[in-house]
């Protein structure tokens, strides 16, 4: 448990988030005294996807909400590295404070997180998106990540046959490639496949998770030669492939994004009304935070790793742009079904996915 509590610290918090508006804050679990703090990269919280969602989670835990953050400073917080360097004295700094549990959110953290953990047998530490670091002191959550990629992609198709899209195209911007994005493009493209086998398809890696002006730059020159609609899984840096998506589709354009982790349907508002996002992947972070918080309290944290599959409702697709008919819609719960019942079976990996048939197989996704 953090033993030290800054007074500052506790005033800032309770300014931050309207303490002195006179508004009654959510109930919280003040009882269990239980205190985390989240360690993300550059993009932070803020970046309306990944680290957005773990955030919600510890929100969703203490009985807080996004505008009402009222245990931040005191019960939990989060500290942003604006570079990786910045990675194990962060996790240092987290361990020397005595927090209950330290979450990382992404697999770029796993050296840094071994480093730490390695020394530190007592501390309590979780890593979203990663299996293998394999320390009895770390929870380990991953995610089905190509289950819901694959409803996502079999939306976009359904869509453009919707529209009577002539050989319509589509893309994938994903962040740093690796293995957990890897499931998210192919997952993407199995979808679209199925629907459409002769489909073209294109993929573009931005390098970062925090560089939109990368992957806006991409869209538009993607959006310009004809591809239909777009899929990121890049953080933050997918938010220039909404914004593209949004200038273009108020000026008429159809052209399409979509999401990713959280539903991003309100970032892709061009309009009071319409939005350029057609679904988002719902990737649920928050039920591993919330998922490992309740370990700690109750006692019964272990180093295991959990899978949040589309069974476990770990993973999904967003429903809330009335452009997805309901057609379509009848058409992803019958194939969600499927999934579930194992009956629709999807590669994870590029290397499994290039033995369908009609595969692509010159993806840059890379599965180490």
């Not at 931050?16 to 550059?42: F, H, K, M, N």
């Not at 773990?54 to 570079?83: E, F, H, K």
């Not at 892709?268 to 996002?277: C, E, H, I, P, W």
């Amino acid at each position: 448990m953090k033993k030290v509590l800054l007074m500052g610290a506790v005033l800032a918090a309770l300014v931050s988030c309207g303490g002195g508006s006179g508004q009654t804050p959510p109930a919280r679990q003040e009882s269990s005294g239980i205190t985390v703090r989240l360690l993300t990269d550059a993009s932070g919280i803020d970046d309306k996807s990944f680290n957005a969602a773990a955030w919600r989670g510890i929100l969703q835990y203490y009985g807080d909400t996004w505008d009402n953050a009222a245990g931040r400073g005191i019960s939990y917080d989060v500290v942003t590295a604006q570079s990786q360097d910045m990675y194990i004295p962060n996790i240092q700094q987290a361990t020397d404070e005595g927090y209950d549990l330290i979450i990382t959110t992404g697999f770029t953290f796993a050296d840094a997180l071994t480093e730490v953990a390695a020394k530190n047998p007592d501390q309590h530490y979780m890593i979203v998106d990663v299996d293998w670091v394999g320390l009895p002191n770390v929870l380990q959550a991953v995610f089905a990540e190509h289950e819901g990629s694959y409803l996502v992609g079999v939306a976009a198709a359904l869509k453009a046959a919707e529209d009577g899209i002539q050989n319509p195209r589509f893309g994938f911007i994903g962040g740093i490639a690796g293995a957990t994005i890897t499931k998210f493009e192919v997952g993407f493209y199995q979808g679209v496949l199925s629907v459409m086998p002769g489909a073209r398809i294109d993929d573009y890696y931005v390098g970062s998770w925090d560089d939109p002006a990368s992957a806006k730059s991409q869209a538009k020159n993607w959006y310009d030669s004809g591809v239909y609609a777009i899929y990121s899984a890049a953080g933050a840096s997918g938010n220039g492939t909404i914004a593209q998506a949004k200038e273009y589709r108020a000026q008429g354009k159809n052209v399409w994004a979509i999401g990713v982790d959280s539903d991003q349907h309100a970032e892709g508002l061009y309009n009071s009304t319409d939005s350029a996002v057609l679904t988002s992947m719902l990737k649920r972070v928050e039920s591993s935070t919330l998922y490992a918080l309740n370990t700690i309290q109750n006692g019964s944290f272990r180093g295991e790793t959990i899978t949040f599959d589309l069974k476990a409702e770990g993973v999904g697709y967003a429903e809330t742009n009335p452009e997805l008919s309901p057609s379509i819609k009848a058409r992803l719960e019958d194939v969600k079904k499927q999934i579930v019942a194992g009956t629709i079976t999807i590669a994870a990996t590029n290397a499994d996915a290039q033995k369908l048939p009609g595969f692509p197989q010159n993806l840059k996704a890379e599965d180490d």
